[in-house]
Nanobody, 112 residues
Framework: QVQLVESGGGLVQAGGSLRLSCEAS????????MGWHRQAPGKQRELVAS???????YYADSVKDRFAISRDNAKNTVYLQMNSLQPEDTAVYYC??????WGQGTQVTVSS
């Protein structure tokens, strides 16, 4: 199984920015899809953005034009640049990779 470790979460004021990172480690040949999910208290976990090894990208409508996902295949790392953050973005953000591999999550809190 792939091990995933997220970093970069924290507290930011509305309108601010954060950059999340997720580094994959373990024994694997390659990872096709990596993505970011988030879960706020009392809500279902939702897919925020994903990116394939070749660069195909998906964004949830709620974050389009504000978030940008990217990956460095050589470093086995995926990033999520989050701009114009809003209180509604407050959640635990989880990194996900192929074969149902999940990170432990990183807290993002946006104050108003």
């Amino acid at each position: 199984q792939v091990q995933l470790v997220e970093s970069g979460g924290g507290l930011v004021q509305a309108g601010g920015s954060l950059r999340l990172s997720c580094e994959a480690s373990g024994r694997f040949v390659s990872i096709n899809v990596m993505g970011w999910h988030r879960q706020a208290p009392g809500k279902q976990r939702e897919l925020v953005a994903s990116i394939t090894r070749l660069g195909t990208i998906y964004y949830a409508d709620s974050v389009k034009d504000r978030f940008a996902i990217s990956r460095d295949n050589a470093k086995n790392t995926v990033y999520l640049q989050m701009n114009s953050l809003q209180p509604e973005d407050t959640a635990v953000y989880y990194c996900k990779a192929d074969f149902d591999s999940w990170g432990q999550g990183t807290q993002v809190t946006v104050s108003s």
